[in-house]
């Protein structure tokens, strides 16, 4: 337990030796928010030991150099930051202590391979961490190449700091960057609640509706030997037909786990607390067959609940926090411009621009080829009418306009809420029809059955083209008689 | 042959699917397994036997005792330690509806008695004092499944009788650890039932442990959910835009505030926007417009389709610029380029997931069926445009063994890889 917790307030330009760095003056207006809740100080020194609150100020000891401590204000601002800081470390995997945060803000080196552990936890893709896949490795990764993951995923997510990437790999300096960094990924997004969600303890049975989730989440990285040399186009086929058969052997496969799932369904029903649950799921059955493996998911459901109950007290408490990273902001000197770095163009992400570049292109060459002619018949025909056609095709335009606007809203906000989202929880009901919570399996049949023909359309499409344009190329040669094979 | 490059990143793509569903498939196993076993008899002995470690904990916090394999001095030292817990508070919040902790499993009843005296007597005597005041209920005997630590209570019924219940009393001591090398193969002969879920699955009860547990966990997540939007969270979100803006003003860093996440996202939802803008353009060809007016909109429609796709292609080549020209950066790792979601890659976090209802098996199969089916077919699109884009170029250029090539390439692009076409050389009747 970190003995004071104390923070500089009006600096007064005061050298500080044992540190070795010279504090910029920073004015208490900006320091000290003088804010309508109760943490009002915004912790500027907040005291860990309630009890020490009643003592006079005095010489700090000697880890805080003779820095002077202002009084704090009575009430709960008094150990309001570090109980923040606490509460967000119980949140996060591998968090640390609120001394190393002190420490940090300080860019003491010791707190530094702390930070890096911790980021690395955060950022690093949940295929290593996340309940569902193993870790790939055995023991966690070195120092350097968490720093490495670090510093690629930071900079990938566009963190505004040169100053990361310039810390040395082996780990062992730049503690306060990392404290900016950890406070730049909490500020932009709900980074909490996303690690909690993706090592969520599943209790239910559960099915993915859209397979973002699965897309987000690859699997452990399989270790694979690249075909260097050039290929025979047989070895494709045969890739093909590989692929062909692993999605069907899939198939069947989920057919039996859905045909077990139902008659466990059924078999426990009315076994749950949970009234509009009725039956136990299979990790709940499993629960009871195996006291170990229940033992552990209780554990894993109490773990969580702990974080989920610190989750709850960060939210209440983080402004403090935010006032005091401001300062830690402040003590940092301003980064001059860097040079450049070398560009580097990813080989993957090219590859889906290109694609998706190419998709636009025969679009728009398409939509040219259809609207033109279109135009030009028109105009021929309405070429001499008057103008009582001008209102009707005002009011045209103003309607198409507003459909197309429609179609541009569906993608651009990614249209989450139109389409049914993440896992649900399968549940056997006889009761079916209306009314209680829940999707209704024959609604989701009903979807995906549209997305399938869809889909379906779109793949028949594209092989149309593929067909018309390998007519074009073969018609070149003449003498040749192409016989296709026995249609669908 | 094809060249070495188009075999590369031909090869990379086709493993790449391959892997995924691979990794589908291997998620699938162990479902399967679980399922499976679930069915069949549940026999104490294989829950006993000692397991390889199941999917490993993903908080640091919680160390699963596989991994510590204690000699059996200190493992009987800790569950002593917790019965003795456990008989305090037994005793202080004795209760007719209660669980309590029972016994043995069902057929390890002396067996594990004779492995953990140590504690026996003070469970005993906790135990057999409850079981005299407790009122049985008419259903038989309770025993229970009882792990190593926090007893969990469960009642497992099975054709009850007093004698087992007895036997059970006397020998308190919970513990898998112990039991697993301990159980005779006489401990077989004592229980005749075995338990089925098909049977004996309607008599399952959840531990109140569970219960608790479940309950608070789904109530914290609900609060999580709802702080979120609530108002005094502006006071914090303001904040923390403030500094954002700070630290973008201190730093040297790229002031467009692209980065290589957000172009990915962006390309992403560009795709996604082509093939609405296609469809909405198959709708409109494929009308037949019954009047001027319909005509009119059609065209303007097309017109506005084609304003559009310029605009995004425009995006596209910004984007494209940005990646080049300011060194956003390694792509993110780990993301699989393909399906066009519908659902807009979800940047939000999911929480407590939602119930959907299913009322037979068939219907399960039927959805079942029809996800696998859409990501299959999501999957093939992504390879067919991948294909079309390197191996058409390849035919175009006439090589040796254009033929050949020629109608690989065909079964690959216009059969999926089923069919293939035959090719007659066209000679001149002599």
Not at chain 1, 154 to 163: F, I, T
Not at chain 1, 407 to 431: I, M, N, T, Y
Not at chain 2, 337 to 350: E, F, H, K, M, V
Request: hydrophobic letters at 40%; proline letters at 8%; one cysteine or more.
């Amino acid at each position: 337990m970190p003995a004071h917790w104390t923070e500089e307030t009006a600096l007064k330009g005061r050298g500080h030796r044992s540190l070795g760095r010279r504090w910029r003056r920073v004015s208490t207006r900006s320091v000290i928010g003088r804010g309508p809740s109760r943490a009002g100080t915004g912790a500027v020194i907040g005291r860990w030991d309630p009890a020490a609150a009643a003592r006079n100020p005095r010489k700090v000891s000697a880890s805080c150099m003779g820095r002077r401590r202002r009084r704090v204000d009575r009430g709960a601002a008094v150990g309001a930051l570090p109980e923040a800081i606490a509460a967000l470390s119980r949140t996060l995997p591998a968090g640390p202590s609120p001394e190393i945060f002190r420490r940090a803000k300080f860019d003491r080196p010791e707190a530094a391979p702390a930070l890096w552990q911790l980021l690395f936890r955060v950022l690093s893709p949940l295929s290593a961490n996340g309940a569902s896949a193993p870790p790939a490795q055995g023991e966690p990764p070195s120092t350097e190449a968490q720093v490495r993951v670090v510093k690629s995923e930071l900079r990938s997510q566009g963190y505004p700091r040169r100053a990361l990437a310039q810390l040395p790999e082996d780990g062992s300096q730049g503690s306060r960057e990392l404290l900016l960094a950890l406070a730049w990924l909490l500020a932009r997004g709900p980074l909490l609640e996303r690690l909690l969600a993706q090592t969520r303890v599943r209790l239910g049975d559960e099915i993915p509706l859209c397979e973002c989730e699965a897309l987000a989440r690859p699997g452990p990285p399989v270790p694979r030997v690249e075909a260097d040399g050039p290929v025979d186009i047989r070895h494709l086929q045969w890739l093909m037909g590989k692929l062909r058969f692993q999605w069907r052997k899939l198939i069947t496969s989920q057919q039996e786990q859905c045909a077990l799932l139902g008659k466990i369904h059924s078999y426990t029903r009315g076994c749950h607390s949970d009234r509009s649950l009725g039956h136990l799921s299979v990790a709940e059955t499993e629960l009871l067959r195996d006291a170990e493996s229940g033992q552990q998911l209780l554990r894993r459901l109490e773990s969580e609940n702990v974080r989920l109950e610190a989750a709850l007290h960060w939210r209440r408490q983080e402004l403090v926090f935010w006032r005091w990273m401001d300062t830690v902001l402040g003590t940092c000197p301003p980064e001059a411009s860097q040079p450049t770095f070398v560009p580097r163009i990813p080989e993957r992400g090219a590859g889906e621009w290109e694609l998706v570049a190419r998709e636009l292109q025969t679009l728009q060459e398409e939509l040219r080829g259809a609207a033109e002619p279109r135009r030009a018949a028109w105009e021929a025909r309405v070429g001499g009418w008057g103008p009582e056609w001008s209102a009707v095709q005002r009011a045209s335009r103003e309607a198409v306009g507003l459909e197309l606007a429609a179609l541009q809203r569906a993608w651009e906000r990614g249209g989450a809420a139109a389409q049914p989202h993440g896992p649900c929880r399968l549940v056997k009901s006889d009761a079916g029809a209306s009314g209680g919570p829940g999707l209704r399996a024959a609604q989701v049949i009903e979807v995906l059955r549209s997305r399938e023909a869809c889909l379906e359309a779109v793949l028949c499409q594209l092989q149309r083209q593929c067909r018309q344009e390998l007519a074009r190329l073969a018609g070149a040669l003449p003498g040749l008689i192409w016989i296709l094979p026995p249609g669908r | 042959m094809l060249p070495a490059d188009c075999s590369r990143r031909l090869v990379a793509e086709l493993r790449d699917a391959l892997d995924a569903c691979a990794e589908r498939q291997r998620q699938l196993e162990r479902s399967l397994r679980v399922s499976r076993r679930l069915l069949r008899t549940w026999e104490p002995a294989e829950t006993s036997a000692p397991q390889p470690t199941p999917a490993p904990e993903t908080s640091g916090e919680a160390p699963s005792p596989e991994s510590t394999p204690s000699p059996q001095d200190l493992k009987e030292l800790e569950l002593l330690t917790q019965a003795l817990e456990k008989a305090v508070r037994v005793r202080k919040g004795m209760s007719k509806t209660g669980e309590r902790h029972k016994a043995l499993s069902l057929k390890s009843g002396s067996a594990a008695a004779s492995a953990t005296t140590a504690s026996a007597p003070s469970r005993a005597s906790g135990q057999a004092s409850c079981r005299v005041s407790e009122t049985k209920p008419p259903r038989g005997i309770q025993q229970t499944v009882v792990p190593a630590r926090g007893l969990p209570e469960c009642r497992l019924l099975s054709v009850g009788d007093r004698t087992r219940m007895e036997r059970g009393s006397r020998a308190t001591k919970p513990g898998p650890g112990p039991r697993d090398q301990q159980i005779p193969p006489s401990a077989a002969l004592q229980a005749p039932e075995a338990f089925t879920l098909k049977e004996k699955g309607i008599l399952l009860r959840l531990p109140m442990a569970y219960r608790k547990a479940a309950s608070r966990n789904s109530r914290l997540w609900a609060q999580l959910s709802s702080t979120q939007t609530s108002d005094s969270m502006d006071a914090a979100a303001t904040a923390k835009t403030q500094f954002l803006q700070k630290m973008q003003m201190t730093s040297s860093g790229p002031g467009s505030g692209l980065s290589a996440a957000a172009v990915e996202a962006e390309v992403g939802l560009l795709r996604t926007a082509c093939s609405l803008l296609r469809r909405r353009m198959e709708e409109m060809l494929s009308a037949d417009p019954a009047d001027c007016m319909q005509e009119y909109r059609c065209l303007l429609t097309l017109e506005g389709l084609q304003a559009i796709t310029e605009q995004c292609l425009h995006r596209l080549q910004e984007l494209r610029a940005a990646v080049v020209g300011q060194q956003l950066g390694p792509w993110p790792v780990g993301r699989c380029p393909g399906a066009s979601l519908p659902c807009g890659g979800g940047t939000d976090p999911i929480w407590s997931p939602q119930l959907l209802l299913y009322s037979s098996t068939q219907e399960l199969q039927t959805l079942e069926a029809l996800r696998l089916r859409v990501a299959m077919l999501d999957q093939q699109i992504h390879l067919e445009k991948v294909l079309m884009a390197e191996l058409l170029p390849l035919v175009g250029t006439q090589g040796p063994h254009w033929l050949a090539l020629c109608r690989a390439v065909h079964s690959l692009l216009c059969e999926g890889g089923e069919r293939f076409l035959t090719v007659l050389r066209d000679e001149p009747a002599d």
